[in-house]
């Protein structure tokens, strides 16, 4: 079993800033692309990033140029850096992982997610 806990959501004004972590632990034996998503209230869930393995990102066109993806694979984290927050990124995060076995197979875990609120 694979467990992934993120963290670093909160309150901030418009503008500000906020770094989000996401630390996957347990069976681990392949960590391949992570991602975060995010929902606002009656809405769909909705990818903000991705990374692969090998540091391929891919972002949501809302967030191109204020967010930033990256991962640590010492560390089995992967991060987002979101600047120039607005009102219309507040939602809960959620933090995925793709994660392989030794036998081939491939698994998908998510987080429990955390609150990013924007105030205007």
């Known amino acids: 079993q694979v467990q992934l806990v993120e963290s670093g959501g909160g309150l901030v004004q418009a503008g500000g800033s906020l770094r989000l972590s996401c630390a996957a632990s347990g069976s681990i034996f392949r960590l391949n692309a992570m991602g975060w998503y995010r929902q606002a209230p009656g809405k769909q869930r909705e990818l903000v990033a991705s990374i692969t393995s090998d540091n391929s990102t891919n972002y949501a066109d809302s967030v191109k140029g204020r967010f930033t993806i990256s991962r640590d694979n010492a560390k089995n984290t992967v991060y987002l850096q979101m600047n120039s927050l607005k009102p219309e990124d507040t939602a809960v995060y959620y933090c995925?992982?793709?994660?392989?076995?030794?036998?081939?197979?491939?698994?998908?875990?998510w987080g429990q997610g955390t609150q990013v609120t924007v105030s205007s």
């Open positions: 995925k992982a793709n994660v392989g076995t030794a036998l081939g197979y491939a698994f998908q875990y």
